[in-house]
């Protein structure tokens, strides 16, 4: 298995430019999240989806949007990228048990510069 | 919403010698602590973790200890080797909400040094 899978592994956009960042995973996981990583500031959690169909937002959603069309990929969009949204990106996934909390599992992370 | 705070933000250590990474939270509810490692360019990968039912847990070298009364919990590593050397986060999770996932609040890390 290949667990949860990234891409592009690094980008350079100019701002302005929208592009699609693309998550895969194949442990057949309920949940997914996006996280942005920026230095001193751990991990900050941008938008997850509970399911196929479904969104919502995290801690820092603005500027992003985000689709879930099956269960297996979860995209994160940037319609009009900004040199604040220079980043590490990162994608998590776990199984859905209500009572009590599963390990994420990460993918290897998108490196994005906004110039 | 959950609040984590971890300390130190770096620890240098000899090799062989113990490091202690503390971590306190703020909503009573949280249930489920996770800890990751993080070498620099990788992802985070999950070393251990305790779930409120517990006090204590190990696994080899790493244990983690949970005070759900004074709200704080703790990474111990014990004969640290050059290896352990990576930024390691704490995070928190309480319950779901309607609708909601479980969510992850992390600390701000910890720069770990391990020195030969």
């Known amino acids: 298995n290949a667990g949860v899978t990234q891409t592009p592994k690094f980008r350079v956009l100019k701002t302005g430019q929208s592009m699609t960042l693309l998550c895969a995973q194949d442990?057949?996981?309920?949940?997914m999240y996006w996280y942005r990583q920026d230095p001193g500031m751990g991990l900050r959690l941008i938008h997850y989806?509970?399911?196929?169909?479904?969104?919502a937002k995290g801690e820092v959603p603005d500027g992003y949007n985000v689709s879930r069309l099956k269960k297996q990929n979860f995209l994160l969009g940037l319609e009009s990228a900004a040199p604040s949204q220079t980043s590490v990106y990162f994608c998590a996934s776990s199984y859905r048990v209500d009572w009590v909390g599963q390990p994420q599992h990460f993918g290897d992370g998108t490196r994005l510069s906004i110039l | 919403g959950e609040n984590v705070e971890q300390h130190p933000s770096t620890l240098s250590v000899q090799e062989g010698d113990s490091a202690v990474i503390k971590c306190t939270y703020s909503d009573s509810a949280s249930n489920y602590f996770p800890w990751y490692k993080q070498e620099l360019g990788k992802r985070p990968q999950l070393i251990i973790d305790i779930r409120s039912n517990v006090g204590e847990k190990k696994d080899q070298r790493i244990a983690v200890t949970l005070n759900k009364t004074a709200k704080h919990f703790s990474l111990h590593i014990t004969e640290t080797q050059p290896e352990d050397s990576a930024v390691y986060f704490c995070?928190?999770?309480?319950?779901?909400?309607?609708?909601?996932?479980?969510?992850?609040?992390f600390g701000s890390g910890t720069q770990l040094t391990v020195l030969p």
């Open positions: 995070a928190a999770s309480p319950p779901i909400s309607s609708g909601s996932a479980r969510q992850l609040t």
């Open positions: 989806s509970v399911g196929e169909g479904t969104t």
């Open positions: 442990m057949n996981h309920e949940y």
